[in-house]
């Protein structure tokens, strides 16, 4: 069974850091691009970033660009998510996604299918 | 970046009604869309990419189209375990782009 379980999430105050894992599991995971997805408490979704099956392309949202920083451990099978300089409107459930199809495909890289359970964040003084 | 806009934004139907969910992206974006369903408390779960092509598993009832700007979600006749939120998705150029979701209550 495919499964992806989120940890890391905590209460941390304006302008500190947090890194967020995602442990995989029933999926050859340098396989397969990673995605993590906030959605602020009764918000919508927000795609923020991606990396590549082997961590050498990253994509970012503007809005953590600079901030954040994804990466992988494939020995691990696990993803990461490098939180710094953390805002108020940084506060979220971060949801860890992978990507629908794998890298040997020429679409499909984009979607996020399964999702894991999701992590807290909530930046606070 | 591309805008995803999504209409109407809640819609209250009765089990059996045909309900359907319109997303209009900013520009061109081909058949680059997906459209998720997100239950209170839950993870969100993809039920439609490429536009029209239904995941795996997912009802025959759910069904996408459109290309281009303009798009839609049709549930055929809806089902008690529909009620939820539901969003599209763009991934034809980054960063990737959601629409602000549709809320389907009951009636």
């Known amino acids: 069974e495919v499964q992806l379980v989120e940890s890391g999430g905590a209460l941390v105050q304006p302008g500190g850091s947090l890194r967020l894992s995602c442990a995989a599991s029933g999926f050859t995971f340098s396989n397969y691009w990673m995605h993590w997805v906030r959605q602020a408490p009764g918000k919508g979704l927000v795609w923020v970033s991606r990396v590549d099956g082997d961590g050498t392309n990253t994509n970012y949202a503007d809005s953590v660009k600079g901030r954040f920083t994804i990466s992988r451990d494939n020995a691990k099978n696990t993803l990461y998510l490098q939180l710094n300089s953390l805002r108020a409107e940084d506060t979220a459930v971060y949801y860890c996604?992978?990507?629908?199809?794998?890298?040997?495909?020429?679409?499909?890289?984009?979607?996020?299918?399964?999702w894991g359970q999701g992590t807290l964040v909530t930046v606070s003084s | 970046d591309i805008q995803m806009t999504q209409s109407p934004s809640s819609v209250s139907a009765s089990v059996g009604d045909r309900v359907t969910i319109t997303c209009r992206a900013s520009?061109?974006?081909?058949?680059?869309l997906a459209w998720y369903q997100q239950k209170p408390g839950k993870a969100p779960k993809i039920l439609i990419y490429?536009?029209?092509r239904l995941q795996s598993g997912v009802p025959s009832r759910f069904s996408g189209s459109g290309s281009g700007t303009d798009f839609t979600l049709t549930i055929s006749s809806l089902q008690p375990e529909d009620f939820a939120t539901y969003y599209c998705q763009q991934a034809n150029t980054f960063p990737l782009t959601f629409g602000g979701g549709t809320k389907v209550e009951i009636k």
């Open positions: 520009q061109g974006i081909s058949s680059w």
């Open positions: 490429d536009a029209s």
């Open positions: 996604a992978r990507a629908l199809q794998p890298v040997t495909s020429s679409s499909g890289k984009n979607w996020f299918d399964p």
